[in-house]
């Protein structure tokens, strides 16, 4: 014969088994509850030119280390825009990081040969590290592209004035030759104390 204890563990025994799914699923809801509580989204990656964006805002406030962060940013999404890289040498060059500065200049020549600025700049980076050859190259360069500028606007302000005395005579008229260009001057530049100005967050058309 079962002794009544036994008897009354065998009868409580199928209620235990029928509350432990419950007891389980219960719990299994509230760890899924809160992790989903706790997650916060990710942020959405942002563009080349919103980092670009930031670094002008970083260099307008003088806050050059946060500027070249956000310049590299921009550079790893998008490395062939010439203003991102001609940027980060300005933040590296306020910096005090000359190399850096020339190399970031080297990749705007690189990308736009013609930029007279980029020369101008890396001519004074230069001269910060007593490398007076390599400044007068390049200030020498910078020097070339701007008569070769003022040759193309004498140009097509020669074009303009022919075309605007045209529509005001029925007669053809003859254009005026072009002045000749000054001769550059050799004397060494007055070691300049600052670099070009930045570009602003629309990337502009280069000239």
């Known amino acids: 014969m079962t002794p009544p204890c036994k008897r009354?563990?065998?009868?409580?025994?199928?209620?235990?088994?029928?509350?432990?799914?419950?007891?389980?699923?219960?719990?299994?809801?509230?760890?899924?509850?809160?992790?989903g509580c706790s997650a916060t989204p990710e942020p959405e990656p942002r563009s080349a030119l919103q980092y670009f964006q930031a670094g002008n805002l970083a260099l307008n406030r003088r806050?050059?280390?946060?500027?070249?962060?956000?310049?590299?940013?921009?550079?790893s999404l998008n490395d062939e825009t010439p203003?991102?890289?001609?940027?980060?040498?300005?933040?590296?060059?306020?910096?005090?990081?000359?190399?850096?500065?020339?190399?970031?200049?080297?990749?705007v020549e690189q990308l736009r040969p013609d930029h007279a600025d980029t020369y101008y700049n890396m001519a004074l980076a230069y001269h910060k590290l007593s490398r007076?050859?390599?400044?007068?190259?390049?200030?020498?360069r910078?020097?070339?592209?701007?008569?070769?500028?003022?040759?193309?606007?004498?140009l097509e302000q020669s074009k303009s004035d022919a075309q605007k005395a045209m529509s005001a005579s029925n007669t053809p008229s003859q254009t005026k030759p072009l002045a000749k260009p000054t001769r550059r001057s050799t004397k060494k530049s007055a070691?300049?104390?600052?670099?070009?100005?930045?570009?602003?967050?629309?990337v502009p058309k280069w000239d």
């Open 142 to 154: 910078y020097q070339d592209l701007l008569s070769i500028r003022k040759a193309r606007q004498r």
């Open 191 to 202: 070691s300049p104390t600052q670099p070009k100005a930045a570009f602003s967050n629309q």
């Open 132 to 140: 007076t050859d390599l400044a007068d190259k390049y200030y020498n």
């Open 83 to 107: 203003e991102f890289h001609y940027n980060l040498g300005l933040a590296y060059y306020h910096i005090g990081n000359y190399p850096e500065a020339i190399d970031a200049f080297t990749s």
């Open 63 to 75: 806050d050059y280390s946060t500027s070249v962060w956000n310049y590299l940013r921009a550079i």
């Open 8 to 35: 009354q563990a065998k009868v409580a025994n199928p209620q235990k088994k029928r509350l432990r799914p419950l007891i389980l699923l219960l719990v299994a809801l509230g760890v899924l509850l809160s992790f």
